[in-house]
């Protein structure tokens, strides 16, 4: 899912936004002034909205899928049940 960034009344906000229309998950915030100014706050904000877009990859990842063959239609494989999560 992408990352946006919306700015708004003195904050930006980095948010992230299903595709298909799903509610958005805020990441996280900052002010804009200090963001503006300060090319530190810039960085350390570019790697916080990385580091926690990440964890929400991670935990939210859709399972596979893959055709039966056998039995002709799609099946959806559990990965938390496969061990793999």
């Known amino acids: 899912m992408p990352v946006y960034f919306d ?5 930006g906000r980095a948010v992230w936004r299903s595709e298909d229309g799903a509610e958005e998950v805020a ?3 900052v002010d804009l002034t200090a963001y503006s100014n300060e090319p530190s706050v810039r960085e350390r904000f570019s790697e916080l909205v990385s580091a926690v877009a990440d964890y929400y990859r ?3 990842v859709a399972a596979p899928v893959a055709f039966d063959f056998e039995a002709g239609r799609v099946a959806v494989r559990n990965l ?4 793999s999560g």
Do not use: P
């Open 7 to 11: 700015q708004e009344a003195g904050v």
């Open 27 to 29: 990441l996280c915030s």
């Open 58 to 60: 991670r935990t939210h």
């Open 80 to 83: 938390q049940s496969a061990g």
